[in-house]
C-alpha cells in the first residue's frame, strides 16, 4: 500500500513561488513513478508534471511548462513541486499521485492541496 501526503499550498500573489511536497510511504515507491494533477472548480482535474523513479525524466503540461519543476528526493521518499511565476489560472486544488509504470493508471492519489493566486 502506498500512501501520499501532500503539503505546502497556500494563497500567494500573482508572481509568487510556492513549492509543493508530497511525502509518499509504502516500500516500493521509490521505484514508482510519481505526478501532480490540479482541478480547478468546475473544472475536470488535469495533469500538471511527472517524473519517473530516477528523476531523470520529467513532463509537463504546456500550461506549466518553463515555470514549475518536479523533482523526487528518493531518500526522503517526497516529490517536490516548485511553482514560480503563479498566475490566477493556476488556482486549483493540486495532487499527488503515483503508478508502477509508464503505461499503468495513477493507482495511488494523495488527499490534495489548495493553492490560490490571487491581489
Known amino acids: 500500500q502506498v500512501q501520499l501526503v501532500e503539503s505546502g499550498g497556500g494563497l500567494v500573489l500573482p508572481g509568487d513561488s510556492l513549492r509543493l511536497s508530497c511525502a509518499a510511504s509504502?516500500?516500493?515507491?521509490?521505484?514508482?513513478?510519481m505526478g501532480w494533477f490540479r482541478q480547478a472548480p468546475g473544472k475536470e482535474r488535469e495533469f500538471v508534471a511527472r517524473?519517473?523513479?530516477?528523476?531523470?525524466?520529467?513532463n509537463y503540461a504546456d500550461s506549466v511548462k518553463g515555470r514549475f519543476a518536479i523533482s523526487r528526493d528518493r531518500v526522503k521518499n517526497t516529490v517536490y513541486l516548485q511553482m514560480n511565476s503563479l498566475q490566477p489560472e493556476d488556482t486549483a486544488v493540486y495532487y499527488c499521485?503515483?503508478?508502477?509504470?509508464?503505461?499503468?493508471?495513477?493507482?495511488?492519489w494523495g488527499q490534495g492541496t489548495q493553492v490560490t493566486v490571487s491581489s
Open positions: 499521485a503515483a503508478k508502477r509504470t509508464y503505461q499503468s493508471e495513477y493507482e495511488y
Open positions: 509504502g516500500r516500493t515507491v521509490s521505484t514508482y513513478i
Open positions: 517524473i519517473n523513479w530516477s528523476g531523470v525524466d520529467t
